[in-house]
């Protein structure tokens, strides 16, 4: 089984948006846009991305946030067209969680405009075990051959300049549940949530961009012998384990144009044999004719 990772997509379309919708937090994401003009966000790219999926026989594809720039319905109906119609996943063949972008605004979250459009990917195989959160039902499961895909949400509203994420206590009690489901228990668990879970390198930035309770989700995993747990938010390819127990694994920003090589344009790719046994870990990256990919290993690097 071949599980592609793709993150941080950060797809832009601001047509038909009133400059009002701007008078609010989203006017430091608009000149944050308009300044970082360097690492630019390129549609093209995650376009390119579905032809190589294609071409690798990816089984399923996960996507760890960060879907949209600032939780504008018109992002979230192009994003959603180009993952539905452009790259056609299936929500069979995908699972999709929210970044901390796509709870941009309070009113955003309060709306529940990510759980609206992407309402039928977030579809569990374990619904009974989810809880209602604006961001969609979470824990979202899809038991896929010998693996259990598990999305959380840690996308919450935050002040200007702030990028940390939450999952919340509820959120938290659930996965607890989830975990120890037979049906979860005999596979070979899959997390996939926005907000790396590794200790990030100072209080300050764990303050500012990092998952407020990560000692509340490794508790839930006390029992869990061994997990993959991927994450985006970095905008860097990374690998390196958590807790001893797990492989922890970030993409890089799907869309992103950047001199770095690590930080440039790609997908992970996961494999496991039928048993359910992590096989193989590698990076798809954009070569500079846009079109064609090499195949490079997840860089082992930390937060830091
Ligand atoms: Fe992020």
């Given at each position: ?8 997509l ?9 400059p009002?919708?701007f008078?609010n ?8 846009l308009r300044?970082?003009?360097k690492?630019?966000?390129r ?6 991305m ?5 071409r690798l026989?990816i089984d399923h ?7 949209t720039?600032m939780?504008l319905e018109?992002?979230?109906?192009f994003?959603r067209d180009?993952i539905?119609?452009?790259l056609?996943?299936?929500?069979e063949?995908?699972t ?7 709870a941009?605004t309070?009113?955003a ?7 609206a ?8 195989d374990?619904?009974?075990?989810s ?8 824990p979202?499961?899809?038991?896929r051959?010998a693996v ?5 949400s840690t996308?919450?509203?935050?002040m200007?300049?702030?990028?940390a994420?939450e ?15 037979p ?8 997390l996939a949530l926005?907000?790396p879970?590794?200790?990030p390198?100072?209080s300050l930035?764990?303050w500012l ?6 000692d ?11 997990a993959l747990?991927?994450h985006g938010?970095?905008?860097?390819r ?6 001893r127990?797990?492989a922890?694994l970030?993409?890089?920003s ?5 001199a770095?090589g ?7 790719v996961?494999t496991?044999?039928d048993?359910?046994?992590?096989v193989?870990q ?14 490079e ?7 830091a």
């Amino acid at each position: 089984m071949k599980i592609a990772h793709l993150s941080d997509l950060h797809l832009l379309d601001l047509t038909g948006v009133s400059p009002l919708r701007f008078l609010n937090k989203r006017i430091s994401g608009y000149f944050n846009l308009r300044i970082r003009r360097k690492h630019i966000h390129r549609v093209d790219y995650v376009r390119a991305m579905g032809k190589q999926l294609d071409r690798l026989d990816i089984d399923h594809v996960i996507i760890t946030g960060d879907i949209t720039n600032m939780a504008l319905e018109s992002e979230f109906a192009f994003a959603r067209d180009v993952i539905a119609n452009e790259l056609e996943l299936t929500p069979e063949r995908l699972t999709i969680v929210p970044g901390n972008h796509d709870a941009y605004t309070r009113g955003a979250y309060k709306k529940g405009r990510f759980a609206a459009y992407f309402s039928e990917y977030l579809r569990s195989d374990l619904p009974e075990l989810s809880i209602k959160l604006p961001m969609g039902p979470f824990p979202v499961v899809k038991l896929r051959g010998a693996v259990a895909i598990v999305g959380l949400s840690t996308a919450v509203p935050q002040m200007p300049f702030i990028a940390a994420g939450e999952l919340g206590h509820l959120q938290v009690t659930a996965l607890e549940k989830v975990v120890m489901h037979p049906e979860v228990k005999r596979r070979t668990l899959v997390l996939a949530l926005h907000h790396p879970v590794e200790a990030p390198p100072s209080s300050l930035k764990a303050w500012l961009e990092g998952l407020r309770d990560r000692d509340a989700l490794l508790s839930a995993l006390a029992m869990q012998p061994h997990a993959l747990v991927l994450h985006g938010h970095l905008h860097r390819r990374i690998s390196r384990p958590l807790d001893r127990r797990f492989a922890h694994l970030g993409a890089t920003s799907a869309s992103l144009h950047h001199a770095d090589g690590a930080r440039h344009s790609a997908f992970n790719v996961y494999t496991f044999d039928d048993e359910g046994k992590f096989v193989d870990q590698w990076s798809e990256v954009l070569e500079e004719d846009q079109k064609t990919y090499r195949r490079e290993a997840v860089p082992e690097s930390t937060w830091a």
